[in-house]
């Protein structure tokens, strides 16, 4: 495990998207395992500007989503679809039958499930995957829990990721109950992983996850396994490191 310390959420973006953009670089057609939330899109905004300005190409990456709420269409404004396509599918030129996000309208949860797990097998796998934290220490929509979950399924969302995710919504009864997320078996097998953490409201799930025991009641506590795991995180998300 190595970490990155940023004085603030602009210098960790920067420093996540110099990560990204090496890999990309180096491996042109490399498969990403993307993130949404705020976490991230300082990430994005730093991949934009370069793209505009020359200095990557996209064209050749695949990228596989984390995760997708159930019940909304791709298109809805609150959808994680909607999200990517706003702050990086839309800027950059990546090929449109390149990017994966599970269907938040699958009529049948199972199925989706091992239909996403074969898509990301048939790529190969993840190079890099991208990760933020909940503030329960959730990663994708892994929440807390007496085990493991190894592939893409069905989550019920936890009281605190929806209350979190409310202010995306109008309220918190608006935010769907439940998502599709790659499990933690997917995130362990990327050959790659960096998380991006920013805020104090960040600092315990850090702390429970990277200076505590390996356990499914603190999800990202299990990346301390991962033989190549970076973390980024500003001053405040490791204030009690």
């Not at 800027?91 to 996403?116: F, S, T």
């Not at 429970?208 to 033989?227: E, M, R």
Request: glycine content about 8%; charged content about 20%.
């Amino acid at each position: 495990m190595r970490i990155i310390r940023a004085t603030n959420p602009t210098e960790a973006g920067r420093h996540t998207a110099t990560i990204i953009a090496s890999q990309v670089t180096l491996k042109p057609d490399s498969v990403l395992g993307l993130a949404t939330g705020s976490s991230p899109i300082e990430t994005y905004k730093y991949l934009v500007e370069w793209y505009k300005q020359g200095n990557l190409d996209f064209s050749q990456v695949y990228t596989v989503n984390l995760d997708e709420y159930i019940g909304l269409p791709a298109d809805h404004e609150q959808s994680y679809a909607r999200f990517m396509y706003n702050h990086l599918f839309d800027h950059i030129n990546i090929r449109p039958d390149h990017v994966y996000i599970p269907n938040g309208l699958a009529p049948e949860n199972a199925a989706e499930g091992a239909r996403y797990d074969g898509i990301i097998k048939d790529l190969g796998g993840v190079d890099l995957q991208l990760l933020g934290i909940g503030t329960n220490g959730h990663i994708g929509f892994n929440e807390p829990g007496e085990a493991f979950i190894t592939g893409t399924h069905c989550v019920d969302l936890s009281e605190a990721t929806i209350l979190a995710n409310s202010r995306f919504f109008e309220s918190a009864d608006m935010v769907p109950k439940q998502a599709y997320s790659v499990g933690v078996q997917t995130i362990m097998q990327a050959k790659r992983v960096v998380m991006v953490a920013t805020g104090k409201n960040k600092a315990s799930a850090i702390r429970d996850a990277f200076c505590g025991p390996v356990t499914p009641k603190v999800p990202a506590s299990i990346l301390q396994l991962h033989p190549d795991f970076v973390l980024v995180a500003d001053e405040e998300a490791l204030s009690l490191m």
